[in-house]
Nanobody, 121 residues
């Protein structure tokens, strides 16, 4: 059974930094794209950043230049370094990954449970 487990959320002041981590556990053959999404109260879930297995990253315009996504393929882990945080970045952040389990050759999409990030003004 594949699971994504996030960590690193918390409370930070305007202009501060946080680093989120998401580790995929289980017997895994490989992981294709990994990414981070967020949802704030009253808003739909939105894409924050994604990264391919080769390390190519893309970002939402709202976080470009402030957030950096990276991954460690050996650890099946994706990170989100968030700098210059703003109150509007307050949301529950969700990890997402296309995982190929060891027992299959087909990718399945998985979500983490979410981690709260709160930026105070």
């Amino acid at each position: 059974q594949v699971q994504l487990v996030e960590s690193g959320g918390g409370l930070v002041q305007d202009g501060g930094s946080l680093r989120l981590s998401c580790a995929a556990s289980g017997i895994i053959r490989s992981i294709n794209n990994m990414g981070w999404y967020r949802r704030s109260p009253g808003r739909l879930r939105e894409l924050v950043a994604t990264i391919t297995s080769g390390g190519s990253a893309s970002y939402a315009d709202s976080v470009k230049g402030r957030f950096t996504i990276s991954r460690d393929n050996a650890k099946n882990t994706v990170y989100l370094q968030m700098d210059s945080l703003k109150p509007e970045d307050t949301a529950v952040y969700y990890c997402n990954a296309d995982v190929i389990p060891y027992t299959s050759y087909y990718a399945r999409n998985y979500w983490g449970q979410g981690t709260q990030v709160t930026v105070s003004s």
